[in-house]
């Protein structure tokens, strides 16, 4: 299994411009989430899902949409990137079998906002 | 509001010697309780949890944490630190009970010195 997979790595973006961030996982779980982590604030929850079809907000969904039309696959997409996006990404994905909180996490992508 | 506090942005110490990282916590109802670790440039990876039962939780790479409930704290615990524990601690709660709204700390660096 690769596990919880993210693209890209690394992203440069000028203000006003748009991106997807890629996460799959090939664990068949039921629950994905996207988190992103600043420094000394922890990881913050933006969007998750809970299978195929639903999703839902976090705490910090503001300029951020998220779609799951596959168990696979959750992207994150950013509409218009503003400086205050800047941070890293974490995707995350869990099983109802594990209690669903045993998460497994990507490994992270970094985006810097110009 | 349900939070989580890691008082500590950093803790040193020796190899060989025990380590404590520590966590307290306010939640509604009862808590679901997680250590995750994260190594540089890494996503998280899963420590341990508390759910319910034995206070004294046992988890990966010899790891242990302890509720205690009249506390609200649920500190991380090793007898003996090796420097490849040296990493970024996160602690977290989840907020109502098996719904992966996972509620994080800011985290705490441990740095063991050989």
């Given at each position: 299994n690769a596990g919880v997979t993210q693209t890209p790595k690394f992203q440069v973006l000028k203000t006003g411009q748009s991106m997807t961030l890629q996460c799959a996982q090939d664990?068949?779980?039921e629950y994905m989430s996207w988190y992103r982590q600043d420094p000394g604030m922890g990881l913050r929850l933006i969007h998750y899902s809970v299978g195929a079809g639903i999703t839902d907000q976090g705490e910090v969904p503001n300029g951020y949409n998220v779609s799951r039309s596959t168990t696979e696959d959750f992207p994150l997409r950013l509409l218009s990137a503003a400086p205050s996006q800047t941070s890293v990404y974490f995707c995350a994905s869990s099983s109802r079998d594990r209690g669903f909180s045993e998460q497994f996490f990507g490994p992270g992508t970094r985006l810097t906002v110009l | 509001a349900q939070s989580v506090a890691q008082p500590e942005d950093q803790v040193n110490v020796a190899e060989g010697n025990p380590l404590t990282v520590k966590c307290t916590y306010s939640v509604s109802g009862n808590p679901y309780l997680f250590w995750y670790v994260q190594y540089p440039n890494r996503g998280l990876q899963f420590l341990l949890k508390y759910?319910?039962?034995?206070?004294l939780v046992k988890g990966s790479y010899g790891f242990e944490a302890e509720f205690n409930k009249s506390q609200t704290s649920f500190h991380l615990k090793k007898p003996s630190a090796l420097v490849s524990d040296s990493a970024l601690y996160f602690c977290a709660v989840d907020r109502a009970g098996a719904t992966n709204k996972l509620i994080f700390g800011t985290g705490t660096l441990l740095a063991v010195q050989p």
């Open positions: 664990m068949n779980h | 759910i319910t039962g034995d206070n």
